[in-house]
Nanobody, 122 residues
Framework: VQLQASGGGLVQAGGSLRLSCAAS????????MGWFRQTPGKEREFVAT????????YYADSVKGRFTISRDNAKNTVYLEMNSLKFADTAVYYC????????????????WGKGTLVTVSS
């Protein structure tokens, strides 16, 4: 499975961005896809995941109510709609996919895309 993230950029605090993650390869083998983020000097952290069917979603407490994860299986693409962005949301965002059951853990992901940088100016 190959993952390609896009959509990052510079936005003012309070603004919005939408990230996209296009998947290719044996995507049918994955149970869920999600987003994680990382800032310099910190560990990569969970942001949101969505099941293959889209019926189950999970969010980190820090983004709940502001971010929405969704997917379009016809396009093999997962999206992360980010609203009311804060300076603390500044990070490199990574798309990931898993064949396992630990959907909120970095170590639970089997596939990773290259990151896309989101910078929120205060």
């Amino acid at each position: 499975v190959q993952l390609q993230a896009s959509g990052g950029g510079l936005v003012q605090a309070g603004g919005s961005l939408r990230l996209s993650c296009a998947a290719s390869g044996r995507t049918f083998s994955t149970k869920a896809m999600g987003w994680f983020r990382q800032t310099p000097g910190k560990e990569r952290e969970f942001v949101a995941t969505i099941s293959w069917s889209g019926s189950s979603t999970y969010y980190a407490d820090s983004v709940k109510g502001r971010f929405t994860i969704s997917r379009d299986n016809a396009k093999n693409t997962v999206y992360l709609e980010m609203n009311s962005l804060k300076f603390a949301d500044t990070a490199v965002y990574y798309c990931a996919a898993t064949q396992g059951s630990r959907w909120r853990e970095v170590s639970g992901m089997n596939y990773w895309g290259k990151g896309t940088l989101v910078t929120v100016s205060s």
